[in-house]
């Protein structure tokens, strides 16, 4: 079975600091997407990562995909109580196209 | 608006009684899933279909039936509910699976069967 590994399971910090989620695997993927949760909500796309290396912005959200393509990354810099939600990774590989998903990262930014 | 559509939101159903959670979306997509999500666990797909009167087994597919007889609408099916299959479920839809396909999920669907 092809795990997709989130890191930390849960996380709390204060307004206004920097925090790094990470999704980590054994295999290889040729996409990666992050999507956050809110309560009561379905999860909604933020970001697609495609290339090895590759590095998108989102405002004060920084995604990264590893040079193999087997791991990524995301940093949120000053950290707002609007990023408090459920950060769900999902990769996707060529040969089904379903998405395998992490279990995510409950994140809580205290005011 | 383009949205995807769950209905009920919030169910309480007890064993053996068979029930549908009807799920609808408006964006003409050809990609319909079903998943289920439990606190540690993630998001498990249940069943998914690629376009009309095409279903495929996710990884959880057991109790659970789904259909596809038009493009927009992708009902899941618990014919004999059990208590282990309380739990959230989305819908979610796609225009077409690719490695870059975006999925658009429902508000979701909390049942709990006693």
């Known amino acids: 079975t092809q795990l997709l590994e989130q890191s930390p399971q849960f996380l709390s910090i204060q307004e206004g600091e920097n925090l790094t989620v990470y999704c980590n695997s054994s295999?290889?993927?040729?996409?990666l997407q992050w999507y956050r949760q809110e309560p009561g909500e379905g999860p909604v796309l933020l970001v697609t990562v495609v290339t090895g290396g590759e590095v998108k912005k989102l405002k004060r959200l920084t995604f990264q995909f590893g040079d193999a393509r087997k791991d990524s990354s995301l940093h949120i810099t000053a950290a707002q109580p609007g990023d408090t939600g459920l950060y769900l990774c999902?990769?996707?590989?060529?040969?089904?196209?379903?998405?395998?998903w992490g279990a995510g990262t409950k994140l809580i930014i205290k005011p | 608006e383009a949205q995807v559509t769950q209905n009920p939101r919030y169910l309480i159903t007890v064993t053996g009684k068979k029930l549908t959670v009807t799920c609808s979306q408006n964006m003409n997509h050809e990609y319909m899933s079903w998943y289920r999500q439990d606190p540690g666990l993630g998001l498990r797909q249940i069943y998914y279909?690629?376009?009309?009167?095409?279903?495929d087994k996710g990884d959880v597919p057991e109790g659970y039936k789904v259909s596809r007889k038009e493009k927009r609408n992708f009902p899941l099916i618990l014919e004999s509910p059990s208590p282990n299959q309380t739990s959230l479920y989305f819908c979610a839809s796609s225009l077409s699976l690719s490695i870059t396909g975006e999925l658009f999920f429902g508000e979701g669907s909390r049942l709990t069967v006693l």
């Open positions: 999902a990769g996707a590989q060529d040969s089904n196209y379903q998405l395998i």
């Open positions: 295999s290889v993927f040729s996409s």
């Open positions: 279909s690629m376009n009309v009167e095409v279903t």
